[in-house]
């Protein structure tokens, strides 16, 4: 039964600890300019693949983390959905819009901007991943804050009215 996921309800389900990978997975090898274009991707309305998910009570002896991200323990009263298809568009996405695992260390493709002075090219993407020295305020928006009203405010503070 397919059902539609939301980057919201990804999210909430891998910090919930219900969505987790299998350790048969391989480890998260997606480079940043991958991860940007699937940011464009995703900000054009374009199909980015499906993903596929196995629900079960059973929980596996070996898990991976996503990424340099430790997930929780789900409650065992409820079924796991262990990730089989789509670990790196998952992790990619967790990665970019996540605000509630601090890493010491964050990695570049986790840093996606949205460029605000880039032309609007269907083949040409408008999102980048910056290194904190090369971000330029009036010029590349940190998506990463798109789902915490209270970052996304402080990002968006010294904007006018049109920009936001």
């Given at each position: 039964?397919?059902?539609?996921?939301?980057?919201?309800?990804?999210?909430?389900?891998?910090?919930?600890?219900?969505?987790?990978?299998?350790?048969?997975?391989?480890?998260?090898?997606?480079?940043?300019?991958?991860?940007?274009?699937?940011?464009?991707?995703?900000?054009?309305?374009?199909?980015?693949?499906?993903?596929?998910?196995?629900?079960?009570?059973?929980?596996?002896?070996?898990?991976?983390?996503?990424?340099?991200?430790?997930?929780?323990?789900?409650?065992?009263?409820?079924?796991?959905?262990?990730?089989?298809?789509?670990?790196?568009?998952?992790?990619?996405?967790?990665?970019?819009?996540?605000?509630?695992?601090?890493?010491?260390?964050?990695?570049?493709?986790?840093?996606?901007?949205?460029?605000?002075?880039?032309?609007?090219?269907?083949?040409?993407?408008?999102?980048?991943?910056?290194?904190?020295?090369?971000?330029?305020?009036?010029?590349?928006f940190p998506i990463g804050c798109l789902f915490d009203p209270v970052l996304y405010r402080k990002q968006t503070k010294d904007f006018d009215?049109?920009?936001?």
């Amino acid at each position: 039964m397919a059902e539609p996921l939301n980057i919201r309800k990804i999210i909430q389900e891998l910090l919930a600890g219900r969505m987790r990978v299998p350790n048969f997975q391989r480890g998260f090898v997606w480079d940043p300019e991958r991860v940007a274009y699937l940011m464009d991707s995703i900000y054009k309305g374009y199909p980015v693949g499906s993903i596929l998910l196995w629900r079960t009570k059973q929980e596996l002896t070996h898990e991976r983390d996503l990424g340099p991200f430790h997930l929780p323990q789900n409650d065992p009263e409820y079924p796991t959905d262990y990730i089989l298809d789509g670990q790196q568009r998952i992790t990619s996405i967790f990665g970019v819009f996540q605000t509630e695992i601090a890493l010491i260390n964050k990695p570049l493709w986790a840093k996606v901007y949205y460029d605000m002075k880039a032309s609007e090219n269907a083949q040409e993407s408008s999102f980048t991943a910056l290194d904190d020295a090369e971000v330029i305020k009036a010029q590349y928006f940190p998506i990463g804050c798109l789902f915490d009203p209270v970052l996304y405010r402080k990002q968006t503070k010294d904007f006018d009215d049109p920009t936001i």
